[in-house]
């Protein structure tokens, strides 16, 4: 047999290390012993690609390590990749001196996305035209939401409760998943995993509790958690949660609905200009930051046709339908 | 037998190793040994370190790190019983190296870390988006393979892919890493 590389047998060790779950998996692990024994060398590749690993994490602790997942299929003017890149040189910097006196605060542009590790092991999904900041003290880790959604994973920490607050309304939880979303008339709170307390700052003593599946919409005029709206649908959790791959996914929403989602991606901005037409439902998977995929669906599905009344603009609207008549 | 570290030893090699690995190639790149073979020195010396049961003891891992080369060298040079000049040079520059530590642990491995993130934010789009979604988000392959909608084995070898680049990319800062030594070549006695 051909004697292997060092290169080679590094290249594998690498594939071990990607393919070895946290969990436990007893099948993998006694492959990887087989393989660990079939030549002493593969053990020290094995032990430089633990190590690296290892390293990947510390690098990749409180900085925002992956900055910029834009997903924008057209340029957004707003972004400007040299000035992010320098915010996320000076929260790098701000993180490794300890934490400031000021929360560190992380805005996102239309059509971008961002991961970002905190220190203590969470990770938060910052979604588009997103604003938050995070305070981390010994006693809490505090979130401000102060616009748009983000989805968190939280490290299990019992003596440092993780809380979102997003206007009033306060989320919190211990080790968990969860998303965090700002709309204009409210908050819509999804579970992933585990458990949160949700409840309005000004009465602490109402939580209402959500688990995994489960969703809960608080209304603006409230501001008060209605454990009786609690929606326990983890379908309906997972299509609202799309956009962490980059789609958007209908399952009976209305047109509206969808045409407003779109818009908060692109700067192409879509409108429907015909009101039966825009209480029509839509089934499907598509592209964040592809509204024209979107509107050729609409259009063969819905029998839409479009119209461009400006640049970056594009009208849905029902062929001969009342807005647009003009000669008769 | 042990076949594979302890995680003790595995995270201290992250630590107190890994960012000396530079210095231990550069001085033997500077005698002229071939890459293939400083790989194979290397893979050997961590096969050494993968049998270590505790590292409290050691004090200076830069230098037990140079220590266990110079012994990987030497068995090889033993075995081989034809004299290999680049060996002898290795020697030579390794233990110049071992005498002239490098100015702070801390410093050191700060600076590690540092062209390690430069590395990962320099991957390619996919790859990078498939480290991120394992390590930060601490999702399975599987989990990441349904997430984006290829097959497991394409994560694996994009992850794969990802680590070999940053490992490269960090060869490639050699020189930038260990400035302060003044490299002479000693006269043999």
């Known amino acids: 047999m051909k004697r292997q590389s060092a290169q080679e047998i590094e290249a594998e060790a690498f594939r071990w290390v990607m393919a070895l779950d946290r969990k436990d998996d007893p099948r993998g692990q006694r492959r990887l012993e087989a393989w660990l024994n079939g030549d002493p060398r593969r053990q020290g590749a094995f032990l430089k690609a633990q190590a690296m690993w290892a390293a990947m994490d510390e690098a990749a602790k409180s900085q925002p390590l992956f900055v910029e997942s834009v997903r924008a299929a057209t340029p957004v003017p707003r972004l400007d990749r040299r000035r992010l890149l320098a915010a996320g040189v000076a929260a790098g910097l701000a993180a490794t001196l300890g934490w400031g006196l000021r929360p560190e605060t992380y805005r996102t542009a239309r059509g971008e996305q961002r991961t970002m590790p905190l220190d203590d092991g969470s990770a938060i999904r910052i979604n588009t035209e997103s604003a938050l900041s995070v305070a981390m003290t010994r006693a809490q880790r505090r979130i401000r939401l102060r616009d748009g959604e983000a989805w968190f994973r939280v490290a299990h920490d019992k003596t440092r409760p993780f809380v979102v607050e997003a206007g009033r309304v306060a989320v919190q939880a211990t080790g968990t998943a969860f998303a965090v979303r700002r709309e204009a008339d409210g908050v819509d709170v999804l579970v992933t995993e585990g458990t949160v307390d949700v409840w309005n700052l000004d009465a602490p003593g109402r939580k209402v ?64 200009t015909d009101q039966a037409l825009a209480q029509e439902r839509l089934f499907g998977v598509f592209r964040v930051d592809d509204p024209d995929g979107f509107v050729q669906a609409v259009q063969v599905s819905l029998h839409a046709s479009i119209q461009h009344p400006a640049r970056d603009q594009i009208a849905l609207t029902r062929p001969g339908g009342a807005p647009s008549k003009k000669n008769s | 037998m042990t076949l594979r570290a302890d995680p003790k030893v595995v995270f201290w090699v992250s630590q107190h190793i890994l960012p000396y690995e530079a210095k231990v190639r550069q001085s033997l790149a500077r005698a002229r040994v071939p890459e293939a073979d400083i790989d194979d020195l290397l893979q050997e010396a961590y096969c050494r370190l993968c049998a270590l049961r505790s590292v409290e003891n050691i004090d200076s891992p830069e230098g037990y790190l140079f220590r266990t080369v110079r012994n990987v060298l030497n068995a090889q040079i033993r075995r081989r019983r034809i004299v290999r000049i680049d ?103």
């Open chain 2, 87 to 189: 060996f002898v040079a290795a020697m030579d520059l390794l233990a110049y190296a071992d005498e002239h530590p490098s100015p702070e642990e801390e410093t050191s491995y700060r600076r590690y870390l540092s062209h390690v993130r430069e590395a990962m934010l320099s991957l390619p789009e996919r790859c990078r988006r498939i480290l991120e979604m394992r390590k930060i988000e601490g999702l399975s392959q599987r989990e990441i393979a349904r997430k984006i909608n290829v097959s497991e084995s394409i994560v694996e070898n994009e992850g794969a892919k990802g680590l070999r680049l940053i490992t490269q990319a960090l060869r490639a800062r050699h020189g930038e890493d260990a400035p302060e030594i003044q490299w002479r070549r000693r006269a043999r006695d």
């Open chain 1, 209 to 272: 509790s959500l688990k995994a599946g489960q969703s809960l919409f608080v209304p603006k005029a409230l501001d008060l958690p209605n454990a009786e709206k609690v929606q326990d649908d983890a379908g309906a959790v997972s299509r609202k949660l799309a956009w962490r791959e980059g789609h958007i996914e209908l399952d009976g929403e209305t047109l509206a609905t969808a045409v407003s989602e779109f818009n908060r991606y692109n700067r192409v901005q879509l409108q429907v």
